[in-house]
């Protein structure tokens, strides 16, 4: 039997597991290549289910939902990885491609089991500990000292399931609510690193540049591209770690290797196997997005160029702020919108389409030019003025017309 594809475009059908904004962007990825993008979304007003043609209602949880999605797609994906494991397995044995399969996918989704896995690879990590006591983590403190940082296994993203304890008192009802839990020492970092690399099952990888990540609150807020005054040496050594990780693992598709940058050089603080915010920026910043390499690569295409088209890009993240409430009585959305626009037009645009609240992601601007300092001002003001209404002095502009 060949390999399934569309009946009216003769292209692959690629099936998304997740409706939220990852699955949008892929979705825009897929149009420019004749790629159908089939999406899982739990509900109609999910982010991807709002623009994709192909939107089936379901819960990643359940494996009817899942093998309806599969059937008949060319490759099975994700757009976030909180899939059960033996779904995954399931629909493998049902003949179904899913990429990345099971066995890597596992890495991202429990935190012990990549912790084991680089352990095993003598890849650099933090210090780290299978904690299920109050006894066991003050043993692992007393090892590499207070605070001590504690993670649920699965499940955690953009500051859930860390947590971040100064002593013994503060324990007890962690374990009592989560269980097994994973604790890692307290690094001493310079700052937070991201390398992204593709990997096709032919094995081709493409590596983009090493970005720095700014974090607030768990959350991330910037992405500058390449990570500035990061040496040669260290880029490349973070890049040659991503692409070890990636085949050790067998990962097919995007895989993003989140770095904590130390005085001795980089440790791995946790992986993602789909497109990542740390790569949004490459959508206008490199030749190939992140969107569009992931496709290929599912789907084993030649992986695309990674080369910058600019100097320096940065994304900055629009968090749901001031505008969210209810209370605001400034401008609307689309009046900031005309304002950006206007004020900012070569600053590039990703509104996800998801309901206003605080702290949540509602969209992305890319900014590039030649000097960081100018170029990460123009993005952050930019982002700052949609999610809070708030103009930058060093960008003031009139409002009234």
């Known amino acids: 039997m060949g390999t399934p594809t569309d009946r009216r475009t003769g292209l692959p059908v690629v099936a998304m597991v997740g409706g939220g904004q990852l699955s949008r962007m892929t979705h825009q990825a897929a149009i420019a290549l004749g790629q159908s993008l089939r999406v899982l979304a739990a509900d109609p007003a999910e982010s991807a289910a709002l623009v994709a043609a192909d939107v089936q209602l379901g ?14 797609a060319t490759v099975v994906t994700f757009d976030h990885e909180h899939v059960p494991t033996e779904h995954l397995r399931a629909l493998e044995a049902d003949g179904h491609r899913v990429a990345p399969g099971p066995a890597a996918l596992v890495h991202a989704q429990d935190k012990l089991v990549l912790r084991r896995a680089l352990a095993e690879a003598g890849e650099p990590q933090p210090a780290w500990a299978e904690v299920r006591t109050v006894h066991d983590v003050t043993a692992f403190a007393d090892g590499v000292g207070w605070p001590v940082v504690l993670k649920t296994p699965r499940g955690g993203y953009d500051g859930k399931g860390v947590f971040v304890v100064s002593g013994p008192d503060q324990v007890a009802d962690l374990l009592e609510r989560h269980g097994t839990l994973l604790a890692e020492e307290r690094v001493g970092m310079v700052r937070e690193l991201s390398a992204q690399v593709a990997r096709s099952p ?11 990540t700014i974090q607030r609150d768990g959350v991330c807020n910037e992405v500058l591209a390449p990570a500035p005054g990061l040496s040669e040496e260290l880029a490349t050594a973070a890049q040659e770690l991503a692409v070890r990780i990636a085949d050790r693992l067998g990962v097919v598709g995007m895989l993003a290797v989140e770095l904590f940058e130390t005085a001795d050089g980089v440790l791995v603080n946790e992986l993602a196997m789909r497109p990542h915010n740390s790569g949004h920026w490459t959508i206008e910043g490199a030749r ?9 690569a599912v789907l084993d295409y030649p992986l695309g160029s990674t080369a910058m088209t600019a100097p320096v890009v940065v994304m900055a993240n629009v968090l749901g702020g001031a505008t969210a409430d209810e209370s605001w009585d400034g401008p609307g959305l689309d009046e900031r ?15 996800y389409g998801k309901g206003q609240r605080r702290g949540r992601k509602l969209g992305h601007v890319t900014a590039l030019g030649d000097d960081l300092a100018e170029v990460r001002a123009r993005a952050v ?17 009139d409002t009234e017309h």
């Not at 032919?202 to 720095?212: L, S």
């Not at 190939?288 to 290929?296: G, P, V």
């Open 288 to 296: 190939t997005s992140q969107f569009e390499q992931h496709l290929r």
């Open 337 to 351: 919108v005309h304002h950006l626009m206007a004020h900012w037009p070569d600053v590039k645009l990703h509104w």
């Open 202 to 212: 032919f094995g081709q990888v493409a590596v983009w540049p090493v970005v720095e």
């Open 59 to 72: 819960d990643h949880n359940e494996l009817a939902d899942l093998r309806r999605l599969a059937a008949g």
């Open 381 to 397: 003001a930019a982002a700052r003025y949609l999610a809070d209404g708030v103009v930058d002095p060093a960008f003031a502009f």
